[in-house]
């Protein structure tokens, strides 16, 4: 429990960095943006308060906005995703599962972290981009934005996380 | 009791989110004309500052691109300069000297791209140039290959140009062949397609034809490229035709813009006034 907070400011200002210097400056398509700063919010510890989450939540969303310059966009919709994760983890955990305080990859399996992602940029980048677009796409360029997006950040983020992530079940063997 | 207080504890996280959800789109409703952001005038300073950090560090990786960039550049330059002047005939006076006969109607001033956008749908490009530099609201920027926006916010070091790919972004612009004129705005769906609109049904578009400005306002001289026509529309409900213009500007990779300032903007404006009370009375 206690390298729980330098881990997560550190890994706060690293996602924030790689977003808005490298990941929204590829500009590959403009019906695809990687965003890999949800990490930050879904790799919280299982026992945070929900209100914390929430607030974490929109300093995230906020940090990026302020840096994008789109000012409160990321921000509610990071706040919806820091809402609705303790259910969302509720939800696709089977019942009895003894969890670590910290989601792992190696711990839970790419399953369920494909599960966890894919709902929660489903969330995020929905939200985010139904927000931005303010009716300007029509709904089937819309719906391909998600989706496009949605297929490539939750790519990048799950090898991110296989990149950095120490697996520690071999360490105790 | 209990149940009471752990109802209360639930409804109070749904307050919170609530409120802070208002807060963000509080944010976003007074973001939404964009300007708004630029009260938060230190803010943009210190992200402008990062961002300066960055492109200076990236610029060195684009060194050979930028360089044969700046030589068409030069190239294109020394062609428009005979565009940037008039002539003023006075039929009275033979005049020999040769300055004496035009007046200069644009300056440009180069400024370096510190940061771009593609991706929304509100897309704005930050430069290096501010109001210490002359830099002014409502001037038009181009870049060595065509039109690239126009500036919308200045701060003392730093300017925010709406790009052309921006939902809010019109210009007028013309067929260089049959000087038919029309409204060019962004469609959204391409980064580097623009639509070109109110061309009458009659008028002959090719696909390749080259799409300028029309210099009918104060943003851009007129004859800046602006792209060449992909694929043209013709629905038999509208009097007009719908044209895709492919951008021959490279919206992705800008890195160094002119900004355009029209030196007779002011005397224009007095006429426009002029005629808008003359039409009032």
């Given at each position: 429990m206690s390298g729980v907070f330098p881990i997560n400011i550190i890994r706060f200002f690293l996602l924030l960095l790689a977003q808005v210097l490298f990941f929204s400056n590829?500009?590959?398509?403009?019906?695809l943006d990687v965003y890999i700063y949800p990490i930050f919010i879904l790799s919280l510890p299982f026992n945070t308060p929900r209100w914390l989450l929430m607030v974490l939540s929109l300093m995230m969303g906020l940090s990026v906005d302020f840096f994008l310059g789109s000012l409160g966009m990321h921000g509610a919709a990071a706040l919806l995703l820091g809402f609705l994760r303790p259910n969302l983890v509720s939800i696709i955990t089977p019942k009895g599962a003894d969890f670590e305080i910290n989601p792992n990859i190696y711990v839970q399996g790419i399953m369920w972290f494909a599960i966890y992602y894919s709902v929660a940029y489903l969330i995020l980048l929905g939200s985010y981009f139904s927000i931005e677009s303010w009716g300007f796409y029509n709904l089937f360029w819309l719906v391909i934005k998600i989706l496009l997006s949605t297929t490539t950040s939750i790519l990048i983020s799950i090898f991110l996380l296989y990149l950095f992530t120490t697996d520690k079940r071999r360490r105790h063997t | 009791m209990y149940n009471l207080v752990r109802f209360l504890l639930r409804f109070w996280l749904l307050i919170l989110f609530l409120s802070l959800e208002g807060f963000c789109f509080y944010l976003i409703y007074q973001n939404?004309?964009?300007?708004?952001?630029?009260?938060y005038n230190k803010a943009n300073e210190i992200s402008g500052n990062v961002y300066l950090q960055y492109a200076a560090s990236k610029g060195y990786l684009s060194l050979g691109r930028v360089n044969d960039s700046l030589a068409r550049e030069n190239a294109f330059l020394r062609e428009k300069a005979m565009e940037s002047f008039i002539y003023l005939k006075n039929e009275e006076h033979t005049i020999?000297?040769?300055?004496?006969t035009k007046l200069q109607l644009f300056t440009y001033k180069d400024a370096k791209v510190i940061r771009n956008s593609v991706n929304q749908s509100a897309n704005y490009i930050y430069i290096d140039k501010g109001a210490s530099m002359g830099i002014k609201e409502q001037m038009g920027v181009i870049s060595a290959k065509g039109i690239v926006g126009q500036v919308v916010k200045v701060t003392e070091h730093y300017s925010a140009v709406m790009s052309i790919l921006n939902r809010n972004f019109r210009v007028s612009a013309k067929l260089k062949k049959s000087n038919f004129f029309g409204q060019l705005f962004w469609s959204?769906?391409?980064?580097d397609e623009v639509r070109l609109e109110e061309i009458p049904k009659h008028v002959n578009v090719h696909v390749g034809d080259t799409i300028v400005t029309s210099?009918?306002?104060?943003l851009f001289p007129e004859n800046i490229m602006i792209g060449r026509v992909r694929k043209v529309y013709a629905q038999p409900e509208k009097n007009f035709l719908e044209i895709d213009v492919q951008l021959s500007a490279d919206m992705n990779s800008l890195s160094h813009v002119y900004v355009v300032n029209h030196l007779q903007k002011q005397e224009l404006e007095i006429l426009d006034s002029a005629v808008i009370n003359q039409a009032k009375k």
């Amino acid at each position: 429990m206690s390298g729980v907070f330098p881990i997560n400011i550190i890994r706060f200002f690293l996602l924030l960095l790689a977003q808005v210097l490298f990941f929204s400056n590829i500009h590959a398509h403009p019906l695809l943006d990687v965003y890999i700063y949800p990490i930050f919010i879904l790799s919280l510890p299982f026992n945070t308060p929900r209100w914390l989450l929430m607030v974490l939540s929109l300093m995230m969303g906020l940090s990026v906005d302020f840096f994008l310059g789109s000012l409160g966009m990321h921000g509610a919709a990071a706040l919806l995703l820091g809402f609705l994760r303790p259910n969302l983890v509720s939800i696709i955990t089977p019942k009895g599962a003894d969890f670590e305080i910290n989601p792992n990859i190696y711990v839970q399996g790419i399953m369920w972290f494909a599960i966890y992602y894919s709902v929660a940029y489903l969330i995020l980048l929905g939200s985010y981009f139904s927000i931005e677009s303010w009716g300007f796409y029509n709904l089937f360029w819309l719906v391909i934005k998600i989706l496009l997006s949605t297929t490539t950040s939750i790519l990048i983020s799950i090898f991110l996380l296989y990149l950095f992530t120490t697996d520690k079940r071999r360490r105790h063997t | 009791m209990y149940n009471l207080v752990r109802f209360l504890l639930r409804f109070w996280l749904l307050i919170l989110f609530l409120s802070l959800e208002g807060f963000c789109f509080y944010l976003i409703y007074q973001n939404s004309k964009f300007h708004q952001v630029f009260l938060y005038n230190k803010a943009n300073e210190i992200s402008g500052n990062v961002y300066l950090q960055y492109a200076a560090s990236k610029g060195y990786l684009s060194l050979g691109r930028v360089n044969d960039s700046l030589a068409r550049e030069n190239a294109f330059l020394r062609e428009k300069a005979m565009e940037s002047f008039i002539y003023l005939k006075n039929e009275e006076h033979t005049i020999t000297d040769s300055t004496a006969t035009k007046l200069q109607l644009f300056t440009y001033k180069d400024a370096k791209v510190i940061r771009n956008s593609v991706n929304q749908s509100a897309n704005y490009i930050y430069i290096d140039k501010g109001a210490s530099m002359g830099i002014k609201e409502q001037m038009g920027v181009i870049s060595a290959k065509g039109i690239v926006g126009q500036v919308v916010k200045v701060t003392e070091h730093y300017s925010a140009v709406m790009s052309i790919l921006n939902r809010n972004f019109r210009v007028s612009a013309k067929l260089k062949k049959s000087n038919f004129f029309g409204q060019l705005f962004w469609s959204g769906k391409r980064i580097d397609e623009v639509r070109l609109e109110e061309i009458p049904k009659h008028v002959n578009v090719h696909v390749g034809d080259t799409i300028v400005t029309s210099g009918y306002s104060v943003l851009f001289p007129e004859n800046i490229m602006i792209g060449r026509v992909r694929k043209v529309y013709a629905q038999p409900e509208k009097n007009f035709l719908e044209i895709d213009v492919q951008l021959s500007a490279d919206m992705n990779s800008l890195s160094h813009v002119y900004v355009v300032n029209h030196l007779q903007k002011q005397e224009l404006e007095i006429l426009d006034s002029a005629v808008i009370n003359q039409a009032k009375k």
